[in-house]
């Protein structure tokens, strides 16, 4: 096992005990191999010193800290009450200990979020200058989430005010000395992301950006899902659901998918534009057999029309890559969008690239 991660929730709700205990199976099992990626979420708010001692016994090497934005309105207007001091305690004490890998989670497009108070949470992050930050634009999903169904959606920033926010934080972490990474995170020189980005080896998973590219990912717990041969497989959202299949001897997967040599290709190109911005159509053609200019002609063509990314600077087009230019890295999901097939079968065949920006 060459990446290790407890998230998608706040695993430090757990005592030392319960930790120790779920780990020495997980280790039971599994090989660590040596240099891994140990990594784990942890809330500011529930985590005590001595679950972070605990950790790093156990060899975890990575802390990722949920923060979202310190500012105390929108702390209430979300119902996530943590203060500077929590946070930096915990990051102070977990630095003291030896962890030299520390994330922030930041989230833009909060309710009540203004670019004044937003410059407060980008200072107090730089001055604690973490290795990686994560800023993650805010999903509105009540259908999905039914918690946001009690936002008021008028506190709502609009789509050019979360813009403003995200070109906000991209500047001051430029200035900071942090490099881009991919779509949505930033990181130090010195970190293992930033030298991914030096020869084109950054990778994504479910887990987030990494330089881990192994071939399968297990996931474990509820509503946890894995990618194994080639196949995805979600495990039960419902904890009652989850215990019943395992307490019946059975895998608690509630769905699963099958990705198909098509699906493994489109794959491959969006994760090389999104992680790398950089496509190599030699290497791919060579990998799928595949001629890449008949095979994506559509795609091409959309992508160089008229008024398109290519024409704004965004894209450069080239008989052997395609390569994100720097302006266009900041619509790159929009660019990766014209290759899912799927989206496009959703939007009955429109041209999203021109519907989405």
């Not at 009690?150 to 906000?168: G, H, I, N, S, T």
């Not at 980005?197 to 994504?204: A, F, N, V």
């Not at 608690?252 to 040599?261: D, F, I, K, N, T």
Request: glycine share 6%; net charge negative; proline share 5%.
């Amino acid at each position: 096992m060459v990446q290790y991660h407890w998230g998608g929730g706040t695993p430090t709700y757990q005592s030392p005990e319960e930790m120790r205990a779920l780990h020495a199976v997980v280790a039971e099992h599994f090989d660590i191999q040596p240099g891994a990626e140990v990594a784990i979420e942890v809330d500011p708010r529930v985590t005590t010193r001595e679950q972070v001692d605990l950790l790093r016994e156990l060899g975890w090497n990575r802390l990722s800290m949920g923060v979202q934005d310190f500012t105390p309105d929108v702390q209430e207007a979300i119902n996530r009450h943590q203060t500077e001091d929590e946070t930096r305690a915990l990051y102070t004490y977990a630095r003291s200990v030896g962890f030299g890998s520390i994330n922030l989670d930041l989230i833009y497009g909060l309710p009540l979020q203004s670019p004044e108070a937003f410059r407060h949470t980008l200072a107090v992050t730089l001055e604690l200058r973490p290795d990686r930050v994560a800023l993650y634009s805010y999903a509105y999903v009540p259908w999905i989430k039914g918690n946001q169904k009690k936002l008021d959606v008028e506190q709502l920033p609009d789509a050019e005010a979360k813009m403003e926010l995200f070109c906000l934080a991209r500047e001051e972490f430029l200035k900071a000395g942090y490099r881009p990474v991919g779509m949505d995170h930033f990181a130090l020189p010195e970190d293992e992301l930033s030298t991914a980005i030096e020869s084109r080896t950054l990778h994504r998973n479910f887990m987030g950006y990494t330089v881990k590219n192994a071939p399968d990912m297990i996931g474990v717990g509820v509503s946890a899902i894995g990618d194994v041969s080639s196949c995805y497989a979600q495990n039960a959202k419902k904890l009652s659901v989850y215990y019943q299949e395992i307490d019946g001897g059975r895998l608690p997967v509630e769905r699963g998918y099958r990705l198909s040599a098509d699906d493994l290709l489109r794959r491959h190109v969006i994760t090389q534009l999104m992680c790398n911005f950089y496509l190599d159509l030699p290497a791919v053609e060579r990998r799928f057999g595949v001629n890449f200019a008949e095979y994506f002609a559509r795609e091409l063509a959309e992508l160089q029309q008229a008024d398109g990314p290519v024409d704004h600077g965004f894209l450069s087009v080239q008989p052997t890559s395609l390569e994100v230019l720097p302006l266009g890295r900041l619509f790159v999901r929009n660019l990766a969008m014209v290759f899912d097939r799927y989206m496009r079968e959703k939007e009955a065949n429109k041209q999203v690239f021109s519907r989405t920006v």
